[in-house]
């Protein structure tokens, strides 16, 4: 089992920035792929960057390419997603999410979910 927790999300002006957290904890937190996705309303769940297991490699989408950056913190459990030049299209739900197995890019391929966290980013 994982257990997965957002944090930072918020009300910020296009062009401003925020810092997403995700804390995890149960399963060895270097030993799965970690991934950020998000949901905005009347839209399908969307991939939005992942990272590998050690930190080694980082995919993103091309929305958010340039903009966001993923990282993580294998000693404090934790994932982060720094977005910067916020866009109105960014306005969503954001969730992390843990792939046991890959470092994929579709929500089947992840097996825990944290609640999410609200980012909106207003023109």
């Known amino acids: 089992q994982v257990q997965l927790v957002e944090s930072g999300g918020g009300l910020v002006q296009a062009g401003g920035s925020l810092r997403l957290s995700c804390a995890a904890s149960?399963?060895?937190?270097?030993?799965?792929?970690m991934g950020w996705f998000r949901q905005a309303p009347g839209k399908e769940r969307e991939f939005v960057a992942v990272?590998?297991?050690?930190?080694?490699?980082?995919y993103y989408a091309d929305s958010v390419k340039g903009r966001f950056t993923i990282s993580r913190d294998n000693a404090k459990n934790t994932v982060y997603l720094q977005m910067n030049s916020l866009k109105p299209e960014d306005t969503a739900i954001y969730y992390c999410a843990a792939d046991l197995f890959s470092s994929g890019r579709t929500p089947h391929d992840y097996h825990y979910w944290g609640q999410g966290t609200q980012v909106t980013a207003s023109s």
């Open positions: 149960g399963r060895i937190f270097s030993s799965y792929a």
């Open positions: 990272i590998t297991r050690n930190g080694g490699s980082t």
